[in-house]
Structures are given as structure tokens and as C-alpha cells.
């Protein structure tokens, strides 16, 4: 029995999960076309290996990392996501918050979803973890969570004696993980013990579930295996957060600039763990995943499973949009980001759709004064102070909300949530990081911009001294020519002078 702990902070959110909560999860159609984007991870973009006009069949590698062994970089491969035809590797725009374009492989679909020959790793538990982890790198698996953290990049830490599979899923709308708990939880339970393995000493994995899905709470107790607990958390906005949980399940805090693995510990989200067992098992590549499709803005809220590079409007037209819908939001309400249209594909990390209605975007289109009532500093998982940051943002006072600790902001919205003002306390921080990061930037072109004039003014003196001394180097050499010739004549002549 774990003895649960509180992390500081969090809000109650209202959920709006009994629009899709109980639809059961069914297959997207094929798209006519579908656009993949190279880079959809943290870490490097990968680079295309297909050329336009170029039939790929289905699980194919299209985009490689630039590495051959993708297990030694921060990157993951794209695959062809259904049989097709390249038809273009183009500049288009994706899901970002930054709003910018990104070079992305489109494909025209045949229908036929026909499949490469798969390469499964059925005796995996026979395998050393390096070759276990390796093939999950090629499979192209990232975290689902909605990070995208490359999957294999995690599992190369060692001294893990502790495993967490977050399902706790907080955000609202999003019942994604919820159906896939109910609906597969084997895959997980399998999942997780293939992930174990490859962690080698960890002895103990935790799958986490809030306390407001008990019918994914059973399905999971029902397929658990030995040493995987299943364990129900209190339901309270942001305890998916991966430091949040951490705390509740183990009261371990992780210090500043350390991730979870300097403690011993590794999450994984519940669809990375299905993924994973998917790869293995089935050698089936990262080539879909299910998200949510929900909001007021759909006749019919659903729970897909959607080919990666599907494009946004082909689902919102399968679930039936509705012309009232105000917003479409990728995400959910509180950590999602708005998107500018629909005419962008499925990435790995998207994991919710909200086409949202006027009602549902509550909040007005001008904040009111900072009152200084301290609600954002009593909600923050974090324990910070959101209103001194907001302050040093408006002020432009970058420095001083660096000392205030902005980047250990996780963006979850609590803040902005109980504003008395409505002021979009997140976006102000956003902003921030996003001026801070720019002024970085701009100051290591300055250093690298210094140093390259530096090595060139050095770069001058040194040839200059190095002419300047093959000269004088000729010069001794010419002097000695003629000392030598000089002084042969004058042999030459005394022993004239001795015959």
C-alpha cells in the first residue's frame, strides 16, 4: 500500500470528460493525403530518405535520423503511416504555438494500406536491453503524454529502481489515456514489463490512475502483472505532471536542473507504454495514435485512432464540426494552444482536437488590474510567485523574473485559472521565455560572431609573422650563399697564389 502525499498547490478543475468519456475508440478513415512533418520530437529533425514520386508502403521509413543508429541521438524517424505515393517535400505549417512552417513529406494514399514485411522482437526478454532499446528508436516512439520526448532517450539511464506509468490524465476534455486503459489495458500491463526489462534494475513500476476512472482503475487490476501496482491518485489539476506525481506517489522532490532519473525514477505515459508493446510484439512502427476529438463544436465527441499525418480537418469533418465552433484547440483547455486553422496534420504528441464553442471560451478579451490577492501563489504546483512574474514581464524586467524562478514554470494554467482579473498569467510567461531564449540566441551569434573575428585577427598576425620570418629565413640563407661564395673565391685564389 503506497502511502499517497500532496504536492503544493492545483486546482479543481470542471473536467467536460462526459463528452467522449464513454465513446468507445474507433478507426480514423484513411486520408486522401496525408503530410509528415520531419520534425514532431524534441531534438533534432530527422532528414528525408523518399523522393517525390516514390511508392512507400505501409510502416516504411521515410525520414531518418541523421545518424543510422537513431538510439544515439535526440531524434526519432518518420514512418509512412499508410501505402501511398511522395508527392511532395515542401514547406507546410504545423501544430506549434510558434505558429511557424516546418518541411514535411505529403503523401497521396492508395487506400490499399498495404504493409512493408514487419521485424518483431518476440524473445525481447532474451535480448540484451541495448537491442531492446534500439529497436524501440527505429519504431520511432516518442511520449505520447504530449511531450515527445524520444522514448529511447529515456531508457538509456541507469540506476532506475523505480518505474511510473502516468494515467492520471488531468487536463479537461482529453479521455484519450481513459479509453485505452479500459479498452487495452494488457497492451499496457505488457508494455510496462518490456520497459522494465530494459531498465534493468528497476524491481517496481507504478501505473497511476485518478480516482475519477474506476472502470479504467479495474480493467488495469484485472490485467496486472507481478510487480506492477495499480494505484489511484486524488483527482486534482496538474497532478499528471510528471514532478507533481512523482511527489503524491513517492513524496521525492527533484532539485533544479535534475530530471526524474537522478532519483531513480522514469515515467512514461500510458499510449508510450501501448506503443512500445506494440514495437515489439507486432513490429509495428509509431504510425498512429489515439486522441480526442470533443467540444461543443462536434456533433459527435469521439475517441480515434488516427493515422499520423492525417489533417485536422478530415477528423473534424469525420466527427461532424459545427459552424458555431469558435476556437480549435490542440491540447487541452488548460495547457493547450490555439490553432490559427485546420489545415495542418495529426503529430505524434497531439493527443486532443477541441473545436470550442463561444460559450466554452470564457474568458473576456481584456484582463482586468493585478489586484495582488495572492489566489496564483496558493494554486502553483510549483510553489512560485506568479504575480511578481507577472510584474517583471509586463516591465520587461527579464532578469529579475529569471530570479524569481520563471523557468521552473510548467505552463499548466492554474494561475490564469483562479484570476480574480482574468489576466492570461501563462501567456505573459510564454512571452518571457520566448524573449529570453531569443536574447540567448542573439547573444551567442554575438560570441560566436566575436570569436570568429578574433581567429581571423589572429589567424592575419600569425601568417603575418610566418611571411615575415620565411623572409628572414631567405634573407639568412641569401647571406650565407654569399659568405660561402666569397670564401670559396678566396680559397680558390690562395691556392693560386701557392702554386
Not at 415 to 420: F, I
Request: with cysteine.
Amino acid at each position: 500500500m503506497i502511502d499517497l502525499r500532496q504536492f503544493h498547490g492545483g486546482v479543481h478543475v470542471a473536467g467536460h470528460k462526459e463528452l467522449s468519456s464513454e465513446v468507445a475508440i474507433t478507426p480514423a478513415p484513411i486520408p486522401p493525403r496525408l503530410i509528415l512533418p520531419l520534425l514532431q520530437h524534441i531534438g533534432e529533425p530527422s532528414e528525408p530518405i523518399v523522393t517525390v514520386g516514390e511508392k512507400v508502403l505501409k510502416g516504411q521509413f521515410v525520414a531518418h535520423c541523421r545518424a543510422q543508429d537513431c538510439s544515439l541521438l535526440m531524434s526519432a524517424p518518420v514512418h509512412a503511416s499508410t501505402s501511398g505515393t511522395v508527392i511532395a517535400i515542401e514547406s507546410r505549417s504545423v501544430p506549434h504555438p510558434s505558429g511557424l512552417t516546418a518541411t514535411c513529406i505529403v503523401i497521396e494514399t492508395d487506400g490499399q494500406d498495404q504493409w512493408i514485411e514487419r521485424s518483431p522482437m518476440l524473445d525481447y526478454a532474451e535480448k540484451q536491453p541495448t537491442e531492446v532499446r534500439a529497436h524501440i528508436a527505429r519504431a520511432g516512439i516518442v511520449g505520447l503524454g504530449g511531450a515527445g520526448f524520444p522514448a529511447h532517450m529515456k531508457l538509456r539511464s541507469q540506476g532506475i529502481d523505480t518505474l511510473i506509468i502516468n494515467g492520471a490524465e488531468c487536463e479537461p476534455y482529453i479521455t484519450c489515456d481513459d479509453r485505452l486503459m479500459r479498452e487495452y489495458p494488457q497492451d499496457i500491463i505488457a508494455g510496462a514489463q518490456i520497459l522494465m526489462h530494459i531498465l534493468g534494475g528497476a524491481q517496481r513500476c507504478i501505473i497511476a490512475v485518478e480516482d475519477n476512472k474506476p472502470e479504467a482503475y479495474q480493467a488495469l487490476l484485472a490485467a496486472t502483472q507481478a510487480h506492477i501496482e495499480i494505484v489511484q491518485v486524488p483527482t486534482l489539476y496538474p497532478t499528471g505532471g510528471e514532478r507533481q506525481l512523482i511527489k503524491i506517489l513517492t513524496n521525492k522532490e527533484i532539485s533544479k536542473n535534475n530530471l526524474p532519473a537522478s532519483i531513480g525514477i522514469i515515467v512514461h505515459n500510458i499510449e508510450t507504454s501501448r506503443a512500445i508493446y506494440r514495437a515489439v510484439t507486432h513490429g509495428q512502427p509509431l504510425l498512429s495514435r489515439v486522441l480526442t476529438v470533443t467540444g461543443q463544436g462536434v456533433k459527435n465527441p469521439k475517441n480515434l485512432e488516427v493515422l499520423l499525418g492525417t489533417p485536422i480537418h478530415d477528423l473534424l469533418e469525420y466527427c461532424g464540426v459545427k459552424p458555431t465552433t469558435e476556437r480549435l484547440i490542440m491540447g487541452g483547455a488548460m495547457m493547450g494552444f490555439t490553432l490559427p486553422n485546420d489545415d495542418m496534420p495529426v503529430i505524434k504528441t497531439t493527443n486532443c482536437l477541441i473545436a470550442a464553442s463561444a460559450e466554452e471560451c470564457v474568458f473576456p478579451t481584456e484582463a482586468m488590474p493585478c489586484i495582488r490577492c495572492g489566489a496564483c501563489a496558493e494554486v502553483c504546483p510549483v510553489n512560485l510567485l506568479p504575480q511578481q512574474l507577472y510584474w517583471y514581464t509586463v516591465a520587461k524586467d527579464f532578469d529579475k523574473a529569471q530570479d524569481y524562478n520563471l523557468f521552473d514554470c510548467i505552463d499548466c494554467g492554474c494561475c490564469a485559472y483562479v484570476c480574480p482579473s482574468h489576466i492570461p498569467l501563462v501567456s505573459y510567461y510564454r512571452y518571457a521565455k520566448a524573449e529570453i531564449r531569443a536574447h540567448g540566441k542573439e547573444q551567442q551569434k554575438a560570441e560566436l560572431a566575436r570569436k570568429r573575428h578574433e581567429f581571423r585577427s589572429f589567424r592575419l598576425e600569425r601568417d603575418k609573422a610566418e611571411r615575415a620570418l620565411r623572409h628572414q629565413q631567405r634573407k639568412g640563407e641569401h647571406k650565407e650563399s654569399i659568405i660561402k661564395a666569397v670564401m670559396a673565391q678566396a680559397k680558390e685564389k690562395i691556392m693560386e697564389q701557392n702554386k
